[in-house]
T-cell receptor, first 112, second 116 residues
Framework: GEDVEQSLFLSVREGDSSVINCTYT??????LYWYKQEPGAGLQLLTY?????DMKQDQRLTVLLNKKDKHLSLRIADTQTGDSAIYFC????????????FGKGTKLSVIP | DAGITQSPRHKVTETGTPVTLRCHQT?????MYWYRQDPGHGLRLIHY???????DKGEVSDGYSVSRSKTEDFLLTLESATSSQTSVYFC???????????????FGEGSRLTVL
């Protein structure tokens, strides 16, 4: 089957912007999610975007959605060492489903 | 934080032994899930539950069984553990309308299982 695709690694310098990209599979997905996993912990919802939106901004986070290309991105402005984590893109697994399909995760490393 | 407790948090066992992981929630969420996390594979759904005694298979269910006799508990059993089941297992819960209202999943802290 099709997968939610993400690049596996990203390295940025502290203070720079980070952009994590994701390609999802289902054009009918109502919401798309970004989860953050810190070392040794479970995943936590970082942000989400409704499918009828092109952009959502929340403090240092900007989510961009291109439905035509099924492309989702997460931009973190002024990246800090505390942003070092694995970031997962996720979409609902099917119509009416409460399951989520996750990408493999992008490990963000922030260089001081 | 969502009230989700996984036990044990760490376990080392030998091939062929049975293993049960427990997920306990205090949030009264209807849906519960077991995922496994492996390098290069991300998170993959093993089994999920949509109510007491209502469960279904996920993407990687072979070698695993689940049970949910109470709303708050969801058990994952490896009847005869194999080395390929060495992984970090995450329990998650969800309830329509809770949290962000989008059907988001809330995750436990994970259970690290090593099968020798």
């Amino acid at each position: 089957g099709e997968d939610v695709e993400q690049s596996l690694f990203l390295s940025v310098r502290e203070g720079d912007s980070s952009v994590i990209n994701c390609t999802y599979t289902d054009s009918s997905s109502t919401y798309l999610y970004w989860y953050k996993q810190e070392p040794g912990a479970g995943l936590q919802l970082l942000t989400y975007i409704f499918s009828n939106m092109d952009m959502k901004q929340d403090q240092r986070l900007t989510v961009l959605l291109n439905k035509k290309d099924k492309h989702l991105s997460l931009r973190i402005a002024d990246t800090q060492t505390g942003d070092s984590a694995i970031y997962f893109c996720a979409e609902p697994s099917g119509a009416g489903s409460y399951q989520l399909t996750f990408g493999k995760g992008t490990k963000l490393s922030v260089i001081p | 934080d969502a009230g989700i407790t996984q036990s044990p948090r760490h376990k080392v066992t030998e091939t062929g032994t049975p293993v049960t992981l427990r997920c306990h929630q205090t949030e009264n969420h209807r849906y519960m899930y077991w995922y496994r996390q492996d390098p290069g594979h991300g998170l993959r759904l093993i089994h999920y539950s949509y109510g007491v005694k209502d469960t279904d298979k996920g993407e990687v269910s072979d070698g695993y069984s689940v049970s949910r006799s109470k709303t708050e508990d969801f058990l994952l059993t490896l009847e005869s553990a194999t080395s390929s089941q060495t992984s970090v297992y995450f329990c998650a819960i969800s309830e329509p309308g809770r949290g962000s209202g989008t059907g988001e999943l809330f995750f436990g802290e994970g259970s690290r299982l090593t099968v020798l």
